[in-house]
């Protein structure tokens, strides 16, 4: 098909989608701005924009219209294309005179949208449509007109009629003479301290995205000492999206309550602040007795990491002390306020919902459930219940009784235990998980992964378990790669930060692993025709049993370095990883039943 066919039907496409926006979805956007104005009490919305001012656009319709004299488009249909040029412009002209206001705009709104240029329709159609929508409820005012009437605007401001302030930043087409933007005006009204409270205000441009609006606020604080509470950046590309007045419903929103959400972020980081700073004072205060038992002592005698302890006692008298710092009432009365205030205006549908950035979100959402590597492996974290394992090109997950693979103080676990169990994980698609029957079902369990696409899940599939040496595991620990490979020249660990316990592990790691490279070394110098048959037991004896694994390079060329293609990338967290083994022993310990005779 010819491009520039495909090329008009897209456009085609594009205008069509444009005319076809549901008016009980614009009704109810419409309302919900209202209701928000009336549940703050904002009585208008007063919007500075440069084409606000209808009548500096005269010159740009003359000249787009006679710019499409030749072409005569039929969509353009409120002129007569049939006019002599001379007689088409005065006609024209005297359209113009003749509308008022409104009108004016609905023909300029008219022209661009023929024209389809996205730049200008994103930069024009909130300052040429809110009019029609919020009638008297906005006043729409150029530059010019803001400066003149500023003073006694801000005289009307009160506690019952607050006003939401939005301005545009750019005023290229009806410019101030010392050339203030939008920006400028803003910090203008936001310095006022007699007004504070009064107002609500808003930075309104096409020139950044949806997604770029926080960051966007952010510079502008920092370029313009802009205080974060009092203002919210939106972008007109809300208006310009497929739900139009819906969106920028949100933005509105959004900038009503931005004071009430700072306000809630600093009521909590202030009883935080307070409660780590308690915190650290209670753990200075311990004796040298005290702190010397509950980090070195308990910790060494459990197989537990120093560290991993004063993180925990840390969480623990952090959190008792954030518990006592909300008895206070006046603390519990102010977050309260503003959860009430948000939660009352957030309740208001807006006949749509815009898309936001859950980048944030996502980050803190993982955090919470997974360790990952590089902090895993930095840290030398020892080996746990709910660490994942790349093992050749599959994902698997550790699951053993944390008691049972806790290091000791001599270096071995308990008993001389050294079983894990692998079980593997899977990413599928959720339509397919969807279909399988209960029977399926039990024998395998979720594993919550929010990095995952919207339409994946994964799973770990308990039927594929296996029983393995811990040993090859054991060997990641050591490297801040994560992998599981060991340099035989080495016989003792000297790291500064690897606990003792790992230390005295590592030795007879080194002695396994050594006598396993002897085994590798021996086999190579045997000349025998069908050596291959000795191969599974040199390669794969004991110690790789149940791994699902090629070892037979794994052996450098000097017989110096072991390298296993096994690598621990991340760690899933308590208590997803306990209730996961909790599960996965409720499977192994699952009743067999013989089968039904009466079935066919």
Request: charged share 30%; glycine share 4%; aromatic share 10%.
């Amino acid at each position: 098909m010819d491009e520039k066919i495909i090329t008009t039907e897209n456009e085609a496409l594009k205008k069509e989608a444009k005319n076809t926006i549901d008016p009980r979805t614009e009704a109810q956007a419409k309302t919900a701005i209202l209701d928000f104005m009336a549940q703050l009490n904002v009585q208008k919305i007063i919007y500075v924009d440069d084409r606000c001012s209808i009548n500096e656009l005269k010159e740009a319709y003359i000249g787009k219209l006679k710019f499409h004299y030749e072409n005569k488009p039929e969509e353009l249909d409120f002129v007569n294309w049939d006019l002599p040029e001379q007689v088409f412009e005065n006609e024209v002209k005297s359209l113009w005179d003749d509308k008022n206001d409104e009108e004016r705009r609905e023909l300029y709104l008219k022209i661009l949208t023929f024209e389809n240029n996205t730049e200008e329709l994103e930069n024009s159609v909130a300052p040429l449509s809110l009019k029609t929508v919020l009638r008297d409820k906005i006043d729409l005012l150029s530059p010019t007109e803001w400066v003149t009437n500023k003073d006694a605007i801000i005289q009307s401001l009160n506690e019952d009629s607050k006003i939401l302030f939005l301005f545009d930043i750019e005023f290229s087409h009806a410019p101030l003479d010392d050339h203030r933007d939008g920006r400028d005006l803003a910090v203008e009204l936001l310095q006022d301290d007699t007004i504070s409270n009064y107002i609500y205000c808003g930075i309104f441009s096409h020139l950044f995205s949806i997604n770029e609006e926080y960051e966007k606020r952010s510079e502008y604080c920092k370029t313009h000492d802009l205080q974060k509470e009092k203002f919210y950046t939106i972008s007109k590309k809300r208006f310009q999206s497929d739900s139009y007045l819906p969106g920028l419903a949100e933005g509105i929103r959004n900038t009503m309550l931005i004071n009430e959400v700072e306000l809630l972020k600093k009521e909590t980081s202030k009883l935080l602040k307070s409660s780590f700073t308690k915190s650290i004072q209670e753990i200075n205060n311990l004796t040298p007795e005290s702190f010397n038992h509950i980090i070195q002592k308990s910790s060494v005698v459990e197989g537990v990491w120093e560290m991993a302890t004063l993180i925990r006692i840390a969480n623990i008298i952090t959190t008792n002390k954030a518990l006592k710092g909300l008895i206070s009432n006046s603390h519990r009365t102010k977050i309260n306020q503003s959860l009430a205030k948000i939660r009352q205006v957030e309740k208001i549908k807006t006949g749509g919902e815009t898309p936001f950035e859950k980048k944030q979100i996502i980050e803190l959402r993982l955090k919470e459930l997974y360790i990952q590597n590089d902090i895993q492996n930095e840290l030398h974290y020892p080996i746990s219940n709910g660490d994942i394992f790349k093992i050749q090109d599959k994902e698997y997950i550790l699951l053993v009784q944390p008691c049972n693979i806790a290091l000791r103080k001599n270096g071995a676990r308990d008993r001389k235990y050294n079983l894990g169990l692998l079980v593997e994980l899977e990413t599928l698609k959720k339509e397919d998980f969807y279909k399988y029957h209960k029977g399926q079902l039990s024998t395998m369990e979720l594993v919550e992964d929010i990095s995952l696409p919207a339409d994946k899940v994964k799973i770990a599939r308990f039927s594929t378990f296996q029983s393995v040496s811990l040993s090859p595991l054991d060997l990641t620990v050591f490297n801040k790669d994560g992998k599981a490979k060991i340099n035989l020249a080495e016989t003792v660990n000297l790291s500064t930060t690897i606990q003792e316990s790992w230390k005295k592990r590592y030795k007879d790691l080194h002695k396994e692993f050594l006598n396993y490279a002897d085994g590798i070394k021996t086999f190579n110098k045997i000349r025998i025709v069908n050596k291959n048959i000795l191969k599974n037991s040199i390669f794969y004896g004991s110690t790789f049993s149940g791994y699902k694994l090629n070892n037979e390079n794994c052996l450098s060329k000097k017989g110096k370095l072991l390298d296993f293609n096994i690598q621990r990338i991340k760690h899933y967290k308590s208590p997803y990883s306990d209730d996961l083994l909790q599960k996965f022993m409720l499977y192994l310990s699952r009743n067999a039943f013989d089968h039904d005779f009466t079935n066919n």
